[in-house]
């Protein structure tokens, strides 16, 4: 039986499109006729372009028949993170203040992408600003769970996880401040990748806090993964924090061998926190990489349990700085009812403003205050280089790090919302990787005994992408887990 377009890989697409074997135009089709079909259950998808999209296929065909290089990327159908900036559609962040802003250019990865002759599905929901695990802070709709559509699809990329989980696309964009791919990407059983900071660049991202904030992909498997950042990849003249570093071509990192690879395991990351199923599942990847050759180094990361105060004080107050631009004055929401400038500030962000981005505007607001700015954001400046300093030193015992990606599978929805700091829990395993600034990969595990994505999470030195990427193929292809189909269609 014939496998349809729609389930393809984005490497077979792509070779695909470029022998002339099948084209861009039919890969194109299909995946909007799998919106079409899934999306009304799955709601990952805020805008469809389906007239853009089928322009940018034809060209990438009229590429082809003319002979000429149609791009390393060449027909592989994208969703485009609601937070990134495109001249196509809307960039709305998922947040009433920006529902009707259109982008006056493209950020420097859709300029990237289009060069390469990725074809743009559409934008992909996300919790409003980033600010969420679970993509219930969207205004724009409730994105499920392709697994179990009563569960979230986890956040803040749950669109683009889920999209992916579901066929939808075969590449999706997201971006990571505090687990935001590798999370969602756990949850949804597919592959998700935050490079280094400053190895993609930020240029067109709408910032949540920007000493974090980087933008990576989520893709079927791990080869995906390395193609789509040999394209996203390099330095930027218009971002300022993009690395000059020449970009490897990360397919090459593919050796499926982990031998003689050293593989530490935190103590921190295996406690009474960690889900019984999760850490079953970990421990089996434990033996698949002993198996393979890997030498288990037992470490430490003493400072693990500071990290979600420290990041909450440090993402907070780079919110509150970020955000005081949508002031309802230049662009964004205007509350029709001010009379006065100061009612014009005051209604237009509490009422345009989600109660979660409120709510990191005032505490980062409150830690950069008179008074608590050294005893707040300035001392979880210090613990944060405490715990990139957990990590160098781990680093000299090990190639990489790894764990469980989160430690509880996807949950239902409204499990959390009402309780934060529950919700912020999640992210225990994820946001020393931002705080560090380092590079971190989510890979499938197996499912629970519920049928639910287990991830697991591995962690490198900076710039280590390719060890990571070599880590997690070879794992992707000797463990055996396949997790098959989500019960969607």
Sequence with gaps: MTTPLYKKTAREIRDAVRSGAVTATAVTEAHLARIAEVDPKVDAFTQIWTDEALAQAAAVDAKVKQGVDPGPMAGVPVGVKELICTRTGKTTCASKILENFRSPYDATIIKKLDAAGAIFLGKVNMDEFAMGSSTERSTLKTTKNPWNLKCVPGGSSGGSAAAISADECAMAIGSDTGGSIRQPAALCGCVGIKPTYGRVSRYGLVAFASSLDQIGPLTKNVEDAALSLNTLCGRDPLDATSADLPVPDFTKALTGDVKGLRVGLPKEYFTEALNAEMREKVEAAVDVFRRGGAEIVPVSLPHTDYAIATYYIICTAEASANLARFDGVRYGYRHPGAKTVEEMYVLSKSEAFGPEVRRRIMLGTYVLSSGYYDAYYLKAQKVRRLI??????????????????????????????????????????????????????????????????????????????????????????????????????
């Design 388 to 489: 990139k300093k957990d990590f160098d030193d781990a680093f000299e015992q090990c190639d990489f790090v790894m764990g469980p990606t989160s430690p509880i599978p996807s949950f239902e929805f409204g499990a959390k919302t009402e309780n934060p700091l529950e919700m912020y829990l999640a992210d225990i395993y994820t946001i020393s990787v931002n705080l560090a600034t380092l590079p971190g990969i989510s890979i499938p595990c197996g499912l629970t005994a519920s049928g639910l994505p287990a991830g697991l999470q591995m962690i490198g030195r900076p710039f280590g992408e390719e060890t990571l990427l070599r880590a997690a193929h070879c794992y992707e292809q000797t463990s055996g887990i396949t997790l098959g189909e989500p019960p969607i269609a």
